[in-house]
């Protein structure tokens, strides 16, 4: 049996509707857990529906109560949406384009953040919140761990990076990840082709094994890759990824909280190659002025980013040279 009870949006707080125009909270008696699926477009919730738990793990009292915390913890983070059409304008298209890519909770109020702090920092491209998630609050762990699945995501951003580059040759592309983002970024480099580069990736707090191989994804940049990481991230990094697990499917620390290091058997080759084009930020107590004080949301506060990520951004814009006529062609 299963008891589902409606909160009508009269009763929300004005700052709550704006996120979420329909709030389902669902106690499913029989099974104990199961999952929870949500259709959203456009900042609303038009859909629920239930399926029975896949194994025995899911049935545990005490499985049922983590991922229940883990989902009620993160419901401020699908909150506060906002419209960004003004950001995805022609003329900003025509300077560049940026992939924002959430974390498991999917669009909400951290990558709006993260969208607007680099318009706040001045940078002048197309910012594109990209959400690559399937469900949405209660199914946290099935976007984590659902591999296969976000690897077709991840195919799917690397075509929309391919058609950009082809209608504007020779315009910067920049992909911003957070937490589970981070991961679905390094995937998206990886499902480009080999003649095809962005100019870097951003990661903060990835949900990333630290040991991850990031070869195939460096060499799809022309600047690299910038790791952002806090020890501090207990929660979120160490407890719930040892827990739960990575979007890469190991159960550890992940490279949000301690940063990557160089997995083991790294040829001459690719020790430079991380030596050249891997760039790891831990946090410091300099980035509390910008409003970070190093949690794992922290990464998304908007004075942050405009402060510490725009600038990063902007120096390789800058340093481009004048787009060319021509698309990007293969190479031999």
């Not at 490279?255 to 160089?262: I, K, Y």
Request: glycine share 8%; hydrophobic share 35%.
């Amino acid at each position: 049996m299963h008891k589902v009870r409606y909160i009508s949006p009269s009763t929300l707080p004005r700052s709550i509707k704006q996120g979420i125009i329909f709030i389902f909270v669902t106690w499913i008696e029989s099974p104990p857990m199961g999952s929870i699926k949500f259709m959203y477009t456009d900042c609303s919730y038009h859909h629920i529906s239930t399926d029975p738990p896949a194994d025995k793990t899911a049935k545990s009292p005490n499985m049922r109560r983590l991922i229940l915390l883990l989902a009620l913890m993160s419901a401020p983070l699908v909150t506060g949406c906002s419209s960004l059409s003004h950001l995805r304008t022609s003329d900003r298209y025509k300077k560049g384009y940026i992939i924002v890519l959430p974390g498991v909770e999917g669009r909400g109020r951290l990558n709006t953040n993260i969208a607007k702090g680099l318009e706040r920092g001045g940078v002048p491209s197309a910012i594109e919140v990209y959400d690559w998630t399937a469900f949405r609050f209660f199914s946290l762990v099935i976007n984590l761990r659902a591999m296969e699945r976000n690897k077709r995501e991840a195919k799917k951003i690397a075509k929309k990076i391919v058609s950009y580059q082809d209608r504007y040759p020779g315009r910067p592309v920049h992909l911003v990840g957070h937490s589970g983002g981070g991961c679905i970024a390094v995937l998206a480099l990886e499902a480009l082709p080999h003649y095809r580069k962005i100019q870097s990736a951003i990661l903060l707090a990835p949900a990333i094994t630290p040991d991850y191989y990031l070869g195939r994804a460096l060499k799809r940049t022309q600047h690299g890759i910038w790791n952002y990481y806090s020890r501090r991230d207990v929660f979120f990094l160490r407890f719930g990824t040892t827990i739960m697990g990575t979007v890469d499917g190991r159960h550890t620390t992940a490279a949000g909280a301690v940063g990557f290091a160089l997995p083991w058997g790294l040829d001459k080759q690719d020790r430079r190659l991380y030596g050249a084009k891997l760039h790891q930020q831990q946090y410091t107590p300099q980035m509390a002025k910008s409003g970070h004080i190093g949690t794992h949301i922290g990464w998304a506060n908007r004075k942050f980013v405009a402060e510490w990520l725009a600038p990063i951004i902007n120096s390789q814009i800058d340093k481009m040279s004048t787009p060319t006529t021509k698309p990007h062609q293969r190479t031999k």
